[in-house]
């Protein structure tokens, strides 16, 4: 299953006949409408729509094909509707005219301050009379079926572009624990051969007023308070550990954004860990390097599925 980003955009149109019945297919009215979804980053699913009056009845059955298809981002649905009726102007039918007089009356009889119809009031009210929308959810979701799988392609598109990014950046994170490992003996040497030479200089100051084995004991106390303090061992184990789940994650693909952003949270920790228990300048940098790179996999780890 792909790794699906947050961030897409699709566009479709179509048209459909707006008066059944019709021969002549070239004076046939139709309805002319496109849809376009756009997607960014949320926690949660959050839908919003931007339809016009004719489209509004649409909105329930278009909410529940996009629950099934997307779980998480920001998503906004957005219809236009034109009808090649909407710059033509034909005479209004006799009966429409009598009905639309009738209704007036009927409105005035009970409100006399209503004003009279307009002449762009008939001309409307007819043509809204004649034509309708002939738009249905039958007519409207083969099209927002097509939008929906434009969407997710291009989501799915990201969200390659993302995995791979962050592959390299597991890459690099597990080449600097590569590096650390090593240093951790090499500082516990040293420090022991620091001990040693201090007591060997305690001794030379003392003069025999303090015992030998008790100052190389204080000494080797020290020493090994210090491994202790400095031994990130278990750190770069679950640093190891984490990045494992993450690729893992990655392979398998689907739903994975909210895990991968709690398994950034825990390198973050390890990391910060690794720079406080540092003894030494490399581990430093490593302990930076580290930080910066899971910060850039925290960025584009917001934008997952």
């Known amino acids: ?16 006949p707006a008066a059944e019945g019709s021969t002549d297919s070239a004076a046939s009215p139709t309805v002319r409408f496109g849809l376009e979804i756009r997607s960014v980053n949320s926690r949660f699913l959050d839908l919003s729509f931007r339809l016009p009056d004719e489209l509004r ?22 219809a236009v509707y034109h009808s090649n009726q909407d710059a033509e102007l034909t005479d209004p039918a006799i009966g429409t005219l009598q009905k639309l007089l009738s209704l007036q009356n009927k409105i005035q009889s009970w409100l006399p301050g209503a004003r009279d119809l307009s002449v762009a009031d008939v001309i409307k009210l007819a043509s809204h009379e004649k034509s309708g929308t002939g738009l249905n959810e039958a007519d409207l979701m083969p099209l927002a079926t097509q939008a929906v799988k434009a969407l997710k392609d291009a989501r799915a598109r990201e969200g390659a572009r993302l995995a791979e990014m962050l592959q390299d950046r597991i890459g690099q994170l597990s080449t600097l624990a590569e590096q650390a490992a090593p240093l951790l003996p090499l500082l ?9 030479d201090r007591w060997n200089e305690a001794m030379a100051l003392s003069e025999g007023a303090v015992s030998s084995d008790v100052a190389k004991d204080r000494a080797l106390t020290e020493a090994t308070a210090f491994a202790i303090r400095i031994d990130v061992a278990e750190e770069l184990t679950r640093l190891a550990s984490h990045l494992d789940e993450i690729s893992r994650l990655i392979k398998k693909g689907g739903d994975i954004g909210k ?5 950034i949270q825990e390198l973050h920790r390890e990391a910060n860990t690794l720079g406080s228990k540092s003894a030494a300048l490399e581990l430093t940098k ?15 780890v ?3 599925e």
């Not at 909105?59 to 779980?71: C, G, N, S």
């Not at 516990?188 to 040693?196: L, P």
């Not at 895990?259 to 398994?263: A, I, P, Q, T, V």
């Open 259 to 263: 895990r991968l952003d709690f398994l």
């Open 302 to 304: 917001q934008n997952i």
């Open 1 to 16: 299953m792909p790794v699906y980003s947050m961030t897409g955009y699709a566009s479709v149109q179509s048209s459909t």
């Open 188 to 196: 516990v040497e040293q420090q022991r051969q620091r001990f040693i």
């Open 286 to 300: 490593i302990s930076v390097d580290m930080k910066v790179l899971i910060e850039q996999m925290r960025e584009q």
């Open 57 to 78: 009845h649409t909105e329930p059955a278009l909410r529940e094909h996009i629950v099934q298809h997307i779980k998480r981002g920001k998503v906004e649905v957005r």
